[in-house]
């Protein structure tokens, strides 16, 4: 939520809700008392989170070590991993999981039977992958994404649908570099499909495409290369499900493709959709998220909204299919709309912002300043306590700030 606590509902056989217990939530519940979360990522079974502190936590299932704890045992509560308070995001898969550290180093643990962690060998504790530095990372289901800070693509693990970008189905144990472009900017990963973003702000796809996920419109045969989906310049984040696929463009309008038979797509209806359709209900949207059958997303007003599949509660509504965004009372999840205080007397100001946003109350000395968007990759960089926004689209970011050794994430609106 805007007041930095975390909620959680829907399934939690393995205790992936972070409760304390196994039982499923069909509404939300609070995770604990902490009031300092910053980002979530739930994964097959088990959840990783980061604090404002830059600690990083998990709970749920472990049997592959994917909670990062140096042990295989599941865990019904948040737990922290490692000691390190300099983690900046993390992306989870069906067994493993991927987190970059502020200083760009990539990391990997879990289950490595397709070589998705890219360390040569099974891990459970986080164990760094190479030494170059990356922006943005995407854990599939058994295969990784991610874009090294110089705007190459790198992917491997898993490629029987060709989901890595190579050009063939060969499983890859290391990070291989996808095509020679050095224009990428975010990656999405899925089941068996891929999605990033370029720098130009054009959508690409590849890999599995048996319910038109890829949204390339050209039937349903897999895709072993990038191909762009349609020709609009426009896109600005995005989301994958398991065979299902939704982007945001820079106007805020909501867009989602491929299989659809439980909803998730947001259309109304549950026909498969090749190519992008807009989601119903108009109206723009802020940040998404989406699972193996149903979708998530925020609102600018921070209301949060879900559609498809509910089986367990995951929708927040008591009802099995939801073809069509329903509101979930949930007090305004993440999006901060007001200016609040996070931590200590940090602030954001004005918070929602527009051409600017300033920090306050940061204790004397220099100051770096990283804007990250809402799935935590790096955007711009300042030295002043004063941050520039033009050119940003409508929505959640997140605003990185270290003085003194000691570093505050704080949440901020842009409209």
Do not use: C, M
């Amino acid at each position: 939520r805007a007041d930095g606590t975390l909620w959680a509902w829907g399934l939690n056989n393995t205790g992936q809700l972070g409760t304390g217990t196994t039982a499923d939530q069909a509404t939300p519940v609070q995770v604990g008392t902490a009031t300092t979360w910053v980002s979530v990522a739930a994964g097959y079974g088990y959840t990783v989170a980061l604090r404002q502190d830059g600690t990083l936590w998990a709970w749920g299932h472990n049997l592959f070590g994917q909670l990062g704890l140096g042990t295989i045992d599941d865990r019904l509560v948040p737990t922290q991993v490692g000691t390190a308070t300099t983690w900046a995001s993390v992306s989870t898969g069906y067994g493993h999981t991927l987190a970059l550290r502020q200083d760009g180093t990539l990391w990997a643990w879990g289950l490595n039977n397709y070589g998705q962690l890219g360390t040569g060998a099974t891990q459970n504790v986080p164990t760094q992958v190479g030494t170059d530095t990356w922006q943005s990372l995407a854990a599939g289901s058994y295969y990784s994404v991610a874009v090294r800070q110089d705007g190459t693509l790198w992917a491997w693990g898993q490629n029987d649908h060709g989901q890595l970008g190579l050009g063939n189905t060969t499983t890859q144990p290391a990070p291989t570099q996808v095509g020679t472009a050095t224009t990428w900017q975010a990656v999405a990963a899925g089941y068996g499909h891929t999605l990033a973003l370029r720098q130009n702000s054009t959508l690409w796809a590849w890999g599995l495409n048996n319910y038109g996920q890829l949204g390339t419109g050209l039937g349903v045969a897999d895709q072993r290369t990038p191909a762009q989906v349609g020709t609009a310049t426009t896109w600005r984040s995005l989301a994958v499900g398991s065979t299902h696929s939704l982007a945001l463009d820079a106007t805020g309008t909501l867009w989602a493709w491929g299989f659809n038979y439980y909803g998730q797509l947001g259309t109304g209806t549950t026909t498969h959709q090749p190519a992008p359709v807009q989601v119903a209900g108009g109206g723009t949207w802020a940040s998404l998220a989406a699972g193996a059958g149903h979708t998530i997303a925020l609102r600018p007003d921070g209301s949060l909204w879900a559609w498809g599949f509910n089986n367990y509660g995951q929708l927040g509504s008591n009802t099995a299919v939801n073809p069509l965004p329903i509101y979930v009372p949930a007090g305004g999840l993440l999006l901060a709309t007001t200016p609040g205080k996070y931590l200590s007397d940090w602030q954001l100001a004005p918070n929602p912002a527009h051409d600017q946003v300033q920090l306050r109350g940061l204790p004397a000395g220099p100051v770096a300043v990283v804007l990250l968007d809402s799935q935590g990759r790096r955007l711009r960089t300042a030295t002043t306590a004063t941050v520039p926004l033009a050119g940003l689209a409508p929505g959640l970011y997140l605003v990185r700030a270290t003085v003194g050794g000691t570093t505050r994430t704080l949440r901020l609106s842009v409209e």
